[in-house]
């Protein structure tokens, strides 16, 4: 990922281990977020042609323009992760956290005396966890033995004892946003997006030795590990809703790509300078572009009870790109083959009896990732070249419902969101090292090997979100 240490890709089959960080670290980047009040989340995020809601923006910013009356509201979230990884065997892990995901606040001025009845500003702040932590456990498949002097007694077995990639950190996105209402008919919206990420990496592998000498468990860092890495990105965002009928609501929106530059990292490697390596602590930066996207949706009201909303989106993933280009060329490269435009559906729907409201929702995201050969290994001993529909990131489903009671003019809100994807979790074919007292060692096998290793990962979010608002 960086300037001295961007990896070679070898597109026959080969994924050196750098680009594959770069890869998974491509959703921390994205300009979607996956969180908002607890209203928005219990409908799915499906609130493109509803508007009214200050989250609703993160779909169509002219759904501030909606909202009749000014609203201030925070959600409290508390986000768990499971993950069960199969790599020979299963070996599950999981986490809990606790933040505030979404502060927000929407202020409507009326003018009645013209067309242009009405015209809000809308401030809103989420965050949302990239914390998760796979592991997986000792395989007696992935070793190979090595005789010591030709001396059939003396010898020496390397073999796989365990393997653990954590990430630590999060991703904000604060949007100024802008409405004008025409008539109660036409809704028109403009957003500034300031995004703001934080990605700490470890990834770490352990090695048993056996000899007759006897047997000893090393732990090896991936080459670049531990790596941190903060940046800043801007984006914008505008769109449209047309009231067709009192029941029928049209929108579309864009969002641009996040232009981040300056992003700053810091990790440990061992790299070559001149003719000699080098064990040290590094600092560089990079650019990258994150990816754009298009939302067409659909809404219908049913009096004041009832609440229906779809949304389409087009994510535009060909504008993800890692800058300066020259030292990102394998990574771009293998971006421009295999990263393709997905599509997203939400649906969302809301029920009002008296002052309390029932909300439910589903969201897919498809993977944006083509299929892609590897020469691998799944964890059996063999090696060969196999075919992967889920390499990085898989299909994401989600699952919503929400519940909430208007006390006249301060409401609360509450929702749960379930989320599970399945995903081939790719690693090896990279340098691990252990440091120790002014020396490196490298892992001996097998992970230095000149192939992939692929583990087969089901992960499940679980988040749990609590809105207190004020309408006035």
Same mark, same amino acid.
């Given at each position: 990922?960086?300037?001295?240490?961007?990896?070679?890709?070898?597109?026959?089959?080969? +994924?050196?281990?750098?680009?594959?960080?770069?890869?998974?670290?491509?959703?921390?980047?994205? $300009?979607?977020?996956?969180?908002? *009040?607890?209203?928005?989340?219990?409908?799915?995020?499906?609130?493109?042609?509803?508007?009214?809601?200050? !989250?609703?923006?993160?779909?169509?910013?002219?759904?501030?323009?909606?909202?009749?009356?000014?609203?201030?509201?925070?959600?409290?979230?508390?986000?768990?992760?499971?993950?069960?990884?199969?790599?020979?065997?299963?070996?599950?892990?999981?986490?809990?956290?606790?933040?505030?995901? &979404?502060?927000?606040?929407?202020?409507?001025?009326?003018?009645?005396?013209?067309?242009?009845?009405?015209?809000?500003?809308?401030?809103?702040? !989420?965050?949302?966890?990239?914390?998760?932590?796979?592991?997986?456990?000792?395989?007696?498949?992935?070793?190979?033995?090595?005789?010591?002097?030709?001396?059939?007694?003396?010898? /020496?077995?390397?073999?796989?004892?365990?393997?653990?990639?954590?990430?630590?950190?999060?991703?904000?996105?604060?949007?100024?946003?802008?409405?004008?209402?025409?008539?109660?008919?036409?809704?028109?919206?403009?957003?500034?997006?300031?995004?703001?990420?934080?990605?700490? &990496?470890?990834?770490?592998?352990?090695?048993?030795? /056996?000899?007759?000498?006897?047997?000893?468990?090393?732990?090896?860092?991936?080459?670049?590990?531990?790596?941190? +890495? +903060?940046?800043?990105?801007?984006?914008? #965002?505008?769109?449209?809703?047309?009231?067709?009928?009192?029941?029928?609501?049209?929108?579309?929106?864009?969002?641009?790509?996040?232009?981040?530059?300056?992003?700053?990292?810091?990790?440990?490697?061992?790299?070559?300078?001149?003719?000699?390596?080098?064990?040290?602590?590094?600092?560089?930066?990079?650019?990258?572009?994150?990816? !754009?996207?298009?939302?067409? #949706?659909?809404?219908?009201?049913?009096?004041?009870?009832?609440?229906?909303?779809?949304?389409?989106?087009?994510?535009? &993933?060909?504008?993800?790109?890692?800058?300066?280009?020259?030292?990102?060329?394998?990574?771009?490269?293998?971006?421009?083959?295999?990263?393709?435009?997905?599509?997203?559906?939400?649906?969302?729907?809301?029920?009002?009896?008296?002052?309390?409201?029932?909300?439910?929702?589903? &969201?897919?995201?498809?993977?944006?990732?083509?299929?892609?050969?590897?020469?691998?290994?799944?964890?059996?001993?063999?090696?060969?070249?196999?075919?992967?529909?889920?390499?990085?990131?898989?299909?994401?489903?989600?699952? *919503?419902?929400?519940?909430?009671?208007?006390?006249?003019?301060?409401?609360?809100?509450?929702?749960?969101?379930?989320?599970?994807?399945?995903?081939?979790?790719?690693?090896?074919?990279?340098?691990?090292?252990?440091?120790?007292?002014?020396?490196?060692?490298?892992?001996?096998?097998?992970? $230095? +090997?000149?192939?992939?290793?692929?583990?087969?990962?089901?992960?499940?979010?679980?988040?749990?979100?609590?809105?207190?608002?004020?309408?006035?």
């Amino acid at each position: 990922m960086k300037n001295i240490f961007a990896g070679l890709l070898i597109l026959t089959g080969l +994924a050196n281990a750098q680009t594959v960080q770069d890869l998974n670290s491509i959703p921390a980047y994205s $300009n979607e977020i996956n969180a908002g *009040s607890a209203r928005y989340i219990g409908m799915g995020g499906s609130m493109g042609a509803l508007g009214g809601d200050i !989250s609703s923006v993160e779909q169509n910013p002219a759904g501030l323009a909606v909202a009749i009356a000014s609203d201030v509201n925070v959600t409290l979230g508390f986000n768990s992760y499971k993950n069960e990884s199969t790599f020979g065997n299963t070996v599950k892990t999981d986490d809990n956290s606790l933040m505030f995901q &979404n502060i927000g606040g929407t202020f409507v001025f009326n003018n009645p005396s013209s067309g242009w009845n009405r015209f809000a500003i809308g401030i809103k702040y !989420s965050q949302e966890s990239l914390d998760n932590w796979m592991r997986l456990g000792r395989n007696e498949n992935i070793q190979a033995t090595y005789l010591t002097n030709e001396d059939p007694e003396e010898y /020496t077995t390397y073999l796989m004892n365990g393997y653990q990639d954590e990430v630590i950190g999060y991703k904000t996105k604060m949007s100024l946003d802008f409405g004008a209402s025409y008539n109660d008919r036409l809704y028109l919206g403009l957003g500034v997006n300031f995004h703001d990420v934080r990605y700490d &990496n470890y990834v770490v592998f352990d090695e048993e030795t /056996t000899g007759s000498a006897g047997t000893t468990t090393y732990r090896y860092d991936l080459n670049g590990t531990p790596y941190s +890495a +903060a940046g800043t990105g801007i984006s914008v #965002s505008a769109g449209v809703i047309g009231k067709l009928t009192d029941q029928l609501r049209l929108g579309l929106a864009y969002h641009s790509p996040v232009w981040y530059r300056n992003i700053e990292e810091n990790y440990y490697a061992d790299l070559l300078f001149g003719e000699n390596y080098h064990y040290d602590f590094y600092y560089s930066e990079y650019h990258r572009n994150a990816n !754009s996207r298009l939302v067409a #949706s659909a809404g219908v009201v049913v009096g004041k009870s009832l609440a229906l909303n779809a949304d389409y989106t087009l994510h535009m &993933n060909g504008s993800t790109k890692m800058m300066p280009s020259g030292s990102f060329a394998s990574t771009n490269s293998f971006l421009d083959d295999h990263l393709k435009s997905s599509s997203e559906f939400r649906l969302g729907g809301e029920f009002r009896a008296d002052n309390f409201r029932f909300r439910a929702g589903y &969201n897919y995201v498809q993977s944006p990732f083509d299929e892609i050969t590897l020469l691998a290994d799944t964890g059996s001993g063999n090696v060969a070249n196999l075919n992967f529909d889920k390499a990085f990131r898989g299909d994401i489903n989600r699952f *919503s419902l929400g519940a909430g009671y208007d006390f006249g003019g301060f409401y609360l809100d509450a929702a749960y969101q379930l989320q599970n994807q399945k995903f081939d979790y790719v690693f090896g074919n990279g340098e691990y090292i252990d440091y120790d007292n002014g020396d490196v060692y490298l892992a001996t096998l097998p992970l $230095n +090997a000149d192939h992939n290793y692929v583990a087969e990962v089901k992960n499940n979010i679980g988040m749990f979100l609590l809105t207190a608002g004020w309408q006035f």
